[in-house]
Antibody, heavy 118, light 109 residues
Framework: QVQLQESGPGLVKPSETLSLICTVSGDSISSYYWSWIRQPPGKGLEWIGYIYYSGSTNYNPSLKSRLTISIDTSRNQFSLKLSSVTAADTAVYYC????????????WGQGTLVTVSS | EIVMTQSPATLSVSPGERATLSCRASQSVSSDLAWYQQKPGQPPRLLIYGASTRATGVPPRFSGSGSGTEFTLTISSLQSEDFAVYYCQQYNNWPPMYTFGQGTKLEIK
């Protein structure tokens, strides 16, 4: 069974870039599409985007101008970079698997809280 | 963007009773609808996809129905571990723009 673990700074200053890594274990990185989803404290879920092992991506249009998702197959990791952050980007960030051929999220990391504050 | 609206925001039900949660899409999503359960401090857990197919390991007391714009998640006999927040999610559009409902909190009455 695939396992995912998010890592990265828990505090980012406004206008800077939020960077997170998700480390994958337990399955081949070619088995899924690799996704990021976030949840502001006390609120609902927002899909951020996904990447396939080939490097192809799809992003939430509302974040696309600030967003980069990349993958390192040699390390079984994929990453998120979100630039020009504001307090509205404060959230728990989850990495998750998106099943091939269907846009559902089977396996999730535990999530990491990123706070945007000076 | 397809907007997903869940009702009610909070549902109070006694253990052993039935719970019915609703999800409405702003336009048809066919049967491309999933349900997730989230407990405090945990990530969401996939329960249902394809509107009515239970994910692996999900007990049969959970059932989903509906198509088009109206969907329902039913929990037939509530257990203590079922009290949580439930989200619906559509995955119908291309290019993908997956959207979630705002959640229904299922609490003990």
């Amino acid at each position: 069974q695939v396992q995912l673990q998010e890592s990265g700074p828990g505090l980012v200053k406004p206008s800077e870039t939020l960077s997170l890594i998700c480390t994958v274990s337990g399955d081949s990185i070619s088995s899924y599409y690799w996704s990021w989803i976030r949840q502001p404290p006390g609120k609902g879920l927002e899909w951020i985007g996904y990447i396939y092992y080939s490097g192809s991506t799809n992003y939430n249009p509302s974040l696309k101008s600030r967003l980069t998702i990349s993958i390192d197959t040699s390390r079984n990791q994929f990453s998120l970079k979100l630039s020009s952050v504001t307090a509205a980007d404060t959230a728990v960030y989850y990495c998750a698997t998106r099943r091939k051929g269907i846009g559902i999220f089977d396996y999730w990391g535990q999530g990491t809280l990123v706070t945007v504050s000076s | 963007e397809i907007v997903m609206t869940q009702s009610p925001a909070t549902l109070s039900v006694s253990p052993g009773e039935r719970a019915t949660l609703s999800c409405r899409a702003s336009q048809s999503v066919s049967s491309d609808l999933a349900w997730y359960q989230q407990k405090p401090g945990q990530p969401p857990r996939l329960l249902i996809y394809g509107a009515s197919t239970r994910a692996t390991g999900v007990p049969p007391r959970f059932s989903g129905s509906g198509s088009g714009t109206e969907f329902t998640l039913t929990i037939s006999s509530l257990q203590s571990e079922d009290f949580a927040v439930y989200y619906c999610q559509q995955y119908n559009n291309w290019p993908p723009m997956y959207t979630f409902g705002q959640g229904t909190k299922l609490e003990i009455k």
